[in-house]
């Protein structure tokens, strides 16, 4: 089973824009669909985007259609997750899984976004 790491959250104003990295180990992550996933404080975790193993399908929340756009390099065994005009109501922690999840979270990364 690979192990996913989250990084690249921070905090941001209303209409910035912000890029996460989803790191691979113990396997390598072109075997794997991934998801980029979110949880806003008091709410539960909710799907963003997905992306199939080999890149050639993506598929978004309809929340962010139009403004986050998921990507992989495999040979870097990373998958992105570029945020453009970012809105207060993107403000959660955002984790990177397989798609669909298993059961074991990682740590996440924290994205808040200020009006």
């Known amino acids: 089973q690979v192990t996913l790491v989250e990084s690249g959250g921070g905090l941001v104003q209303a209409g910035d824009s912000l890029r996460l990295t989803c790191t691979a180990s113990g396997r390598t992550i072109k075997d794997y669909n991934v998801g980029w996933y979110r949880q806003a404080s008091g709410k539960a975790r909710e799907f963003v985007a997905g992306?199939?193993?080999?890149?050639?399908?993506?598929r978004y929340a309809d929340s962010v259609k139009g403004r986050f756009s998921i990507f992989r390099h495999n040979a870097k065994n990373t998958v992105y997750l570029q945020m453009n005009s970012l809105k207060p109501e993107d403000t959660a922690v955002y984790y990177c899984?397989?798609?669909?999840?298993?059961?074991?979270w990682g740590q996440g990364t924290l994205v808040t976004v200020s009006s």
């Open positions: 992306i199939f193993w080999s890149g050639a399908e993506t």
């Open positions: 899984n397989a798609d669909p999840p298993y059961e074991v």
